[in-house]
């Protein structure tokens, strides 16, 4: 590092007060700022995404006196109590300021572009760890339904070890709307075709329901099933997703 850090150290700071804002999913749609962190994640997305990173929030000098900065990446000192509040994750590791990126309403009467996987997870952890497994696995995009999770929240982010960076987001309608949308249109539902033998078309919409709840009953869409022993009654929606997106890349990959 070779300039000076900007230094904050009253919580009434208003960039303090905004960065504080993107704890909260609240916070994160009216401010648009989201904060990473992670030993692994933030030197990689500093070097794979400088683009998307504004700040990187320290307490010591020292902790990244031997980085190189991307020109756009202001260093920020912050007093310890300070960045305590904004380390929820408890990394004690410099954290990433970032812009929330735009997320453009889909238009679901349109014919699907690759895999696209509709989904109503509103736990971000879940979400996140679905994101992995979405950038793994080739999915094209993740269409965001109302009532999900925020993609930016910082459980989210660390659940998604980056995936945010790999994927196209976009905002989804309410379950209505799923009901019209173009197809083929699949979920996944523990009464349904077996999925290991299904024959995955290059286009198609597969939708994710809430945790707990699923896929409301008159959603039109043809149901699989991931096949188990059956020695529990269903699988966690973040393991099925992620079987069936494996699932899938195997079967095109043959």
């Known amino acids: 590092m070779t300039r000076p850090p900007l230094l904050i150290e009253s919580p009434q700071n208003p960039q303090f007060k905004l960065w504080e804002s993107a704890l909260e999913s609240r916070g994160l749609k009216k401010n648009g700022k989201f904060l990473l962190a992670g030993l692994k994640t933030v030197p990689e997305a500093l070097r794979q995404h400088p683009d998307r990173f504004e700040r990187i929030l320290f307490t010591d000098p020292a902790q990244i006196s031997s980085w190189r900065l991307p020109p756009g990446v202001e260093p920020v000192q912050l007093a310890p ?14 954290l990433l300021v970032g812009a929330v990126p735009k997320m453009p309403a889909i238009d679901l009467s349109q014919p699907p ?23 793994s696995f ?16 910082p459980k989210c982010l660390r659940a998604g070890s980056n995936a945010q960076f790999a994927l196209t987001l976009l905002r989804g309608p309410r379950w209505a709307a799923v009901n019209e949308a173009a197809g083929p249109l699949y979920a996944l539902d523990g009464g349904g075709e077996d999925l290991t033998r299904f024959d995955w078309p290059a286009d198609m919409r597969l ?5 707990g709840q699923g896929v409301p009953a008159d959603c039109p869409a043809t149901r699989l099933s991931v096949p188990t ?26």
């Open 138 to 153: 080739g999915v094209s995009r993740i269409v965001l339904l109302e009532g999900a999770a925020h993609p930016f929240h």
């Open 207 to 211: 939708i994710l329901g809430e945790e």
């Open 113 to 135: 572009q690759g895999l696209e996987l509709l989904c109503a997870l509103g736990d971000p952890s879940n979400l996140g760890a679905l994101l992995r497994s979405a950038a």
């Open 229 to 254: 022993t059956g020695a529990v009654e269903s699988l966690n929606a973040t393991v099925a997703v992620s079987v069936a997106l494996f699932a899938r890349f195997a079967a095109v990959r043959e």
């Open 81 to 94: 109590a300070l960045f305590r509040t904004l380390d929820v994750s408890g990394t004690g590791f410099p």
